[in-house]
């Protein structure tokens, strides 16, 4: 009797570890999780459900902490831009479009440029938006080179009004990549900021986006946003958004962050793993996969064994890119050029070829066995585990002696710029638009990575890049650069482009999130079915 | 008894100073910077110099601590370059918020490990003791991470019954407990049965049950007594435990807890964070085992307060 009871129980367990296993099958309650309306009331926000009947609410998750509404100070955070607005909108051609800013003009030596508002502007505070709220944001920081971002403004010197809607930014060096940088930049409201101070500011910040902030909650990351009526856009833009209230909840946990989409607790999820969205698919929820600014590449440490141009080649052809993209990764597309593919067209480079035999031939001919490992962080880029393995087991067959040594991510920072790695990998965010100028000058030619690179002829090539304004000449030798970098596989070899996956349920009309070139949606036109 | 109490006082004055130093070198010895997480990844080591002499960083280890405690003996446990705030109160917010967990998590632990341990102690070898056995040792053999997804699973997407995440009232405690009181109770019901069965085979249970005192009185007034110290020892690090938080159950069902928000300083080596909540975690496990000392006075009369 015992052993039958001790039996009974055994299966009882085994059938609840099968309950977790498999797909989730289209079940009813699932369904109806799937394309109801969320009627049940935010986190945090439980007050509110009557009210919300009558809005079109939003509720969104990714795992993006958002601790400060102040972008010089982070650089991460979600949706700013529905609060503070931009100065420039971009199609997904890469193309600047007027917004906040009415015209702007940067002039041929890139050592100045004009930017001229829009002059029906106002503040959620109230507060008319002048040249002087432009002039304010973007001095901050010039005058505080400490700031997170400040880096992005070191060429901006100071900035004059011109007139009550006309900013002039003065340069102490050219600035060829002025517009590109500064697009998606919100204006402050100086009179309020200087009014409650900065850490009041931030916490509630008056902006002149379509969205206004109701309520914050820095330590859990999570906001909530309802529409600024007093937006100058609502009746000037083309099918502006439909969403009343926007709420922002940071999960860090990627099942977590599905799970609560198939029961109706958020709208729309990103950075949705690969291995979920079957489940999703079957389940009716709609995917969305975007071109993502994201490469993944190998930075060599040219003091190392990989000083040698015959062993980084060997691992360049010891690496199958498309296997590792099509059964390791699953989305994405490997790699043949420096940025996104169908951006910036590449001049007719085929990229990197795969051949193992080659790669064997150049390790048996130049390699002396020293033992070195593949540097990563735990964090770097999805499954980076098994693209760690699967890069190694490639170079282990080519006839390197490689281990792995993935490190979280504050040690393989330092363990990286300190140059204490002989490969290493490493994620960028290239320049969807196809504007390398950041990448050549700073990281290439300041060698962030720290991989000591010996090359004049890169230098020389780089240094074509470095101020020059001409913005088709300037294309032309980036160009230049990256084919310099592809042909002598060093100091970095690209592997992949990375994807990221929107999931959201029916209620959203996902042709309308309006993703611009470098795989950013915005809430502008977003329609959502009440 | 002053004596001791001072003594006691004193001890734990030097065990906190000791953590305060482990708490400090380690997240340092780690590798790794603040300046560098603060900044973007392309940031030149210049820029990374300067944020450090901007956060301070660039001072001794030695000036750095020092400046550190005299906050904290003055209140100020420094400032969380992560989360933008002062420490205090972020920890403050976060440890309540734990505790929202935890304590009922701790409390339902307990209720519900001691009747299934007198039950399983004082049934031993029946269908009833290896029932509770085996949902014990299945609550202690189960991963949490693996349970806690299976109750999302379960519970929240398939039956809708439940929230997936987040923090709230009552449902939204729910799934986050249940995920604790398991383990906690599996371990505390081996432990009691355990106890119970070392009790009832003294000589003194014999000659209470020969006077003629009933089984359920000898069980709950005498037995029980002894059988339970071995919870209130654990009593004094679940209590500690608590102060840590459980930083699977709230990363999973994002309950922002005090576990979450040490993890994530780790991760960006936010010093002040690091050290002020490890401080925090080690002062309330003395507490709790201080508790747990008076507790024994209380339950027999023959241990001393020592």
């Known amino acids: ?530 | 008894m002053g004596r001791k109490i001072i003594r006691r006082f004193i001890f734990t004055i030097i065990t906190l100073f000791g953590v305060s130093i482990i708490a400090f070198a380690l997240p340092r010895l780690a590798g790794g910077d603040l300046a560098r997480m603060l900044l973007p990844g392309t940031a030149t080591k210049a820029e990374v110099e300067a944020k450090r002499i901007a956060l301070g960083l660039d001072k001794s280890y030695v000036e750095q601590y020092l400046i550190y405690m005299k906050g904290v003996l003055h209140g100020d446990f420094g400032y969380s370059y992560q989360y933008r705030m002062d420490v205090g109160p972020l920890m403050w917010q976060r440890f309540v918020s734990s505790a929202k967990l935890m304590v009922p998590t701790f409390v339902l632990g307990y209720l519900i490990a001691v009747p299934l341990g007198l039950i399983a102690g004082t049934h031993k070898g029946t269908v009833l003791d290896t029932v509770v056995m085996f949902l014990a040792l299945v609550g202690q053999a189960c991963p949490q991470v693996w349970f806690c997804l299976l109750l999302i699973l379960v519970f929240a997407v398939e039956m809708g019954w439940f929230p997936v995440q987040g923090m709230g009232g009552i449902k939204y405690m729910v799934l986050p407990c249940l995920s604790g009181v398991l383990q906690q109770a599996s371990g505390n019901t081996r432990m009691l049965r355990s106890g119970m069965i070392d009790t009832l085979d003294e000589d003194y249970v014999t000659a209470t049950r020969a006077r003629g005192v009933t089984w359920n009185r000898i069980y709950t007034k005498y037995a029980l007594k002894n059988a339970i110290l071995p919870l209130v020892t654990g009593l004094g690090s679940a209590i500690g435990s608590m102060a840590g938080g459980s930083i699977i159950v709230e990363s999973i069902f994002s309950w922002p807890g005090i576990g979450q928000l040490l993890v994530s300083a780790i991760g960006v080596r936010d010093y002040a964070l690091i050290q002020s909540i490890l401080l925090f975690q080690a002062t309330i496990m003395v507490i709790g085992v201080l508790i747990s000392d008076i507790l024994y006075t209380v339950v027999d009369k023959r241990i001393e307060f020592n």
């Open chain 1, 1 to 530: 009797m015992k052993k039958l009871l001790c039996i009974i129980l055994a299966l009882a367990m085994l059938c609840t570890m099968a309950a977790c296993g498999g797909t989730a099958g289209d079940t009813e309650q699932t369904k109806a999780n799937a394309s109801a309306n969320n009627a049940a009331a935010a986190p945090g926000n439980a007050g509110n459900a009557a009210a919300e009947d009558q809005e079109v609410v939003l509720r969104a998750s990714t795992n993006l902490s958002n601790v400060t509404f102040d972008m010089m100070q982070t650089h991460q955070s979600y949706m700013n831009n529905a609060i503070f607005g931009q100065l420039m909108e971009m199609d997904a051609d890469c193309n600047f479009l007027p917004h906040e800013a009415a015209s702007w003009e940067l002039a041929a030596d890139g050592m100045s440029a004009t930017i001229t508002l829009r002059d029906d502007m106002n503040f959620s505070s109230g507060n008319h938006v002048t040249a002087k709220d432009l002039q304010f944001t973007l001095m901050r920081p010039v005058n505080d080179r400490t700031m997170v971002s400040a880096r992005t403004y070191n060429a901006l010197e100071n900035v004059e009004i011109v007139d009550e809607y006309t900013v002039k930014l003065v340069m102490n060096s050219p600035w060829p990549t002025c517009i590109e940088d500064i697009y998606n930049l919100g204006i402050l409201d100086s009179a309020d900021f200087e009014a409650r101070g900065e850490d009041a500011y931030f916490l509630m910040p008056s902006a002149c986006g379509p969205f206004k902030v109701v309520e914050f909650d820095p330590v859990n990351s999570s906001y909530e946003l309802e529409r600024f009526d007093g937006w100058w856009g609502w009746d000037v833009i083309d099918n502006p958004t439909n969403v009343d209230r926007f709420y922002y909840t940071l999960t860090s946990e990627d099942t977590t962050r599905v799970s609560a989409l198939r029961t109706g607790e958020f709208d729309l999820i990103e950075l949705v793993p690969f291995d979920d969205l079957a489940v999703l698919e079957s389940e009716g929820f709609q995917i969305l996969k975007t071109v993502e600014n994201r490469h993944i590449m190998i930075g060599f440490n040219y003091e190392s064994l990989f000083g040698n141009a015959a062993l980084r080649e060997a691992v360049s052809l010891a690496i199958d890119r498309e296997l590792i993209v099509n059964s390791i990764i699953g989305v994405g597309w490997p790699a043949s050029w420096s940025w996104s593919a169908g951006v910036a067209a590449n001049p007719g480079y085929d990229g990197y070829p795969h051949d193992m035999e080659r790669a064997k031939q150049l390790v048996a001919e130049n390699y002396d066995g020293t033992e070195f490992s593949i540097l990563t962080s735990s964090a770097a880029t999805t499954r980076v585990n098994e693209l760690a393995q699967a890069l190694q087991s490639m170079l282990l067959e080519a006839g390197f002696n490689v281990k792995i040594n993935m490190v979280e991510e504050a040690t393989y920072d330092v363990m990286r710029s300190g140059s204490q790695y002989e490969m290493a990998i490493g994620v960028f965010n290239t320049p969807a638009t196809g504007e390398a100028y950041k990448e050549v000058c700073e990281i290439l030619g300041s060698d962030i990575f720290g991989t000591n690179y010996v090359d004049p002829e890169l230098v020389e090539l780089i240094s074509k890049v470095q101020g020059n304004c001409d913005s088709e000449n300037r294309a032309e030798c980036e160009k230049a650069v990256y084919k310099h970098v592809v042909d002598n596989c060093g100091p970095y070899i690209y592997l992949y482009c990375t994807t990221g996956i929107c999931a959201a349920n029916n209620r959203i009309d996902m042709d309308t999130m309006n993703m611009d070139c470098t795989g950013n949606w915005s809430i502008l036109h977003v329609q959502v079915n009440g």
